[in-house]
């Protein structure tokens, strides 16, 4: 007799057959959803995928900002197993507060990173990713920006740049717990591994790196670089794919503090529950659909 954990794997490949579905998982997905996926990836791999699918319907393995993305941009029915996997520093920006900024920074472009609902999106110019906040930035015409929701990651772009940002104060909760310690004592642990971390983190932390890379550039880094360890500092998630991909390399997670819960709440059991009774469908409310997907599809034709 099957397993449970063979049983439900067996069921999710033929609901994913037999009802056309493209199942995305974002890099911090836990191994069992990594593995059962079409593609895994980061932010912006996951919303060309989405833009581009010929499937029928897509299920997003991943937080709700994601899915709801990838509903604006594949125009198709997108399925997300747990509904309340949200992101806290996407909600750390309100459109109603946006608004209010605009007026006090006229003339200002807005920059919304991708982490952000779809109402903040439609008030913005542009939407950017980990992978690409640099170059938006530096692309938008105006010498003044309004970067949000998050301050780490516009910090970053403000110290490479000569723009003048107006950066709000949004922070993810998971990479804030990393603290100049965590690399102090991993580095001492491991001290020919090379320390990389996400730009989310605290500028403190981004100082002390090696290197300052989104998920998708982890993994590219790691590939064609010479060291043979690595301290991580991004979401315990994101290991199983640098282990799976490079055996022979190793990999320290540089606080076991990096676990987000909402990144978590997806496993084998909901994926497969949603598949069978297409639950639980993302609307995008009407209102702010289209203002969302120029400002996404700005960002993907310039990407
Ligand atoms: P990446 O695009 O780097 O995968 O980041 C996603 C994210 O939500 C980080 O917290």
């Known amino acids: 007799m099957l397993d449970r954990q063979d049983w439900l794997q067996e069921e999710i490949l033929r609901f994913k057959r037999e009802k056309d579905v493209l199942i995305l998982a974002h890099n911090y997905q836990i191994p069992e959803v990594q593995d059962i996926a079409d593609i895994v990836g980061d932010s912006l791999e996951l919303s060309l995928q989405a833009a581009n699918t010929q499937r029928a319907r897509i299920v997003f393995c991943g937080v709700y900002f994601m899915a709801e993305t990838a509903r604006i941009l594949s125009r198709k029915p997108v399925l997300m197993p747990v509904e309340s996997a949200g992101c806290p520093l996407a909600n750390m920006a309100t459109a109603e507060a946006l608004r209010q900024w605009k007026v006090e ?16 999106k439609a008030l913005s110019d542009i939407v950017c990713t980990s992978a690409n906040a640099l170059k938006i930035v530096q692309t938008v015409p105006q010498n003044e920006v309004i970067f949000l929701p998050d301050q780490g990651l516009g910090s970053w772009i403000a110290e490479q740049t000569d723009k003048q940002l107006w950066l709000w104060p949004g922070f993810c909760p998971t990479h804030y717990h990393l603290v100049p310690n965590d690399l102090a004592r ?39 670089d010479p060291a043979a360890a690595f301290i991580v500092g991004t979401e315990e998630g994101l290991l199983h794919r640098l282990r799976k991909e490079n055996p022979g390399k190793e990999f320290f997670l540089a606080s076991p503090l990096l676990l987000c819960p909402n990144m978590k709440k997806t496993d084998l059991a909901s ?13 995008v409310p009407s209102e702010v659909e289209e203002g969302a997907r120029r400002a996404l599809e700005r960002m993907l034709s310039i990407s």
Do not use: W
């Open 105 to 120: 920074h006229p003339q200002a472009a807005v920059v919304a990173y991708i982490n952000s609902s779809a109402a903040v």
């Open 186 to 224: 991993a580095r001492q642990l491991h001290p020919s591994a090379k320390v990389l971390v996400h730009p989310e983190c605290r500028h403190e932390v981004r100082a002390l790196a090696d290197a300052v890379l989104g998920t998708g550039g982890m993994l590219r880094l790691v590939h064609t």
């Open 271 to 283: 994926l497969h529950r949603c598949l069978a009774e297409n639950c639980t469908q993302i609307e």
